[in-house]
């Protein structure tokens, strides 16, 4: 049975209230109670922000370097809200043509040409034509280059392509 988060609520209230009661009638040293107490205080916190990568929001990292791409939404930046655009990409690895892992978000930072291609591969999403990619770190020449020319919004090369129908074996 999942509890979810009312679960992970109710945990940590029982962990506090045990903490509080064995504090009560203890006969540590008050510096060793309250060093308890904080210490605990800080994990609820670090657990609180440690949950949300966990719940399946998009990750920051970068895409594995061979994906097949699930799904792509794009969120255009808005000057009057003061938000910065961005790309989320549902993708699953390819590790060889056979073999896919599971899927997984990705956000990346907003850029007029990744949003160009992310319009042409929808539209061939759309008419279930499977898209692979390839993401690639840019070097650092071109990277000196690219904020120049963009003051400071960081560039991926991705490249996206139809995916090849898959290879059957030979009946034998």
């Known amino acids: 049975m999942i509890l979810g988060i009312t679960g992970i609520i109710a945990a940590y209230i029982i962990l506090g209230l045990l903490l509080l009661s064995i504090n009560l009638y203890s006969k540590w040293s008050w510096p060793v109670k309250a060093s308890t107490i904080i210490i605990t205080s800080i994990f609820y916190l670090v657990s609180y922000y440690s949950f949300p990568p966990l719940l399946g929001w998009p990750t920051s990292q970068n895409p594995p370097a061979q994906f097949r791409l699930i799904a792509a939404h794009v969120s255009q930046p808005d000057k009057e809200m003061g938000k910065n655009g961005s790309i989320f990409l549902w993708l699953t690895e390819i590790k060889n043509m056979s073999d896919s892992s599971k899927p997984r978000a990705y956000e990346l930072q907003y850029s007029n040409e990744l949003h160009e291609k992310i319009i042409n591969v929808k539209a061939k999403l759309d008419k279930d034509i499977a898209q692979m990619g390839e993401f690639k770190e840019p070097d650092d020449k071109t990277m000196v280059e690219i904020n ?3 003051r400071g919004v960081k560039s ?4 996206f392509y139809d995916l090849p129908d898959p290879l059957f074996p030979d009946k034998g």
């Open 148 to 150: 120049e020319q963009r």
């Open 156 to 159: 991926v090369e991705i490249e």
